[in-house]
Nanobody
Framework: QVQLVESGGGLVQAGGSLRLSCAGSGRTFSLYGMGWFRQAPGKERDFVTA????????RYADSVKGRFTISRDNAKNTVHLQMNTLKPEDTAVYYC???????????????????WGQGTQVTVSS
């Protein structure tokens, strides 16, 4: 069992930056690939980015490529999402999630994520 708690959300102006953190519990944290998803009001939960268990592999949605960076510190059971050059369309609730495996080609598929955090709100004003 892995429990995930996100933090770092808030209100920021367009062009600004935020850093989200996801703290995981459990000794098996380092075995799982991790991902970030986001959900805007009235929309589906969309894939943002993912990182492999070792941290060697990452993938980004086209909409955030070049602006967002995912990283992890397995010694501290944490995953971070650095978000730069934020846009109003980045406004959403951001969720951290853990896969049931180390890595896969299908990291954008929500069904491979067994554990989810409660989400943190990110609001970008224009």
């Amino acid at each position: 069992q892995v429990q995930l708690v996100e933090s770092g959300g808030g209100l920021v102006q367009a062009g600004g930056s935020l850093r989200l953190s996801c703290a995981g519990s459990g000794r098996t944290f380092s075995l799982y690939g991790m991902g970030w998803f986001r959900q805007a009001p009235g929309k589906e939960r969309d894939f943002v980015t993912a990182i492999s268990a070792s941290g060697a592999s990452t993938r980004y949605a086209d909409s955030v490529k070049g602006r967002f960076t995912i990283s992890r510190d397995n010694a501290k059971n944490t995953v971070h999402l650095q978000m730069n050059t934020l846009k109003p369309e980045d406004t959403a609730v951001y969720y951290c999630a853990a896969m049931n495996l180390a890595w896969t080609i299908n990291v954008g598929d929500r069904r491979i994520y067994y554990y989810w955090g409660q989400g943190t709100q990110v609001t970008v004003s224009s």
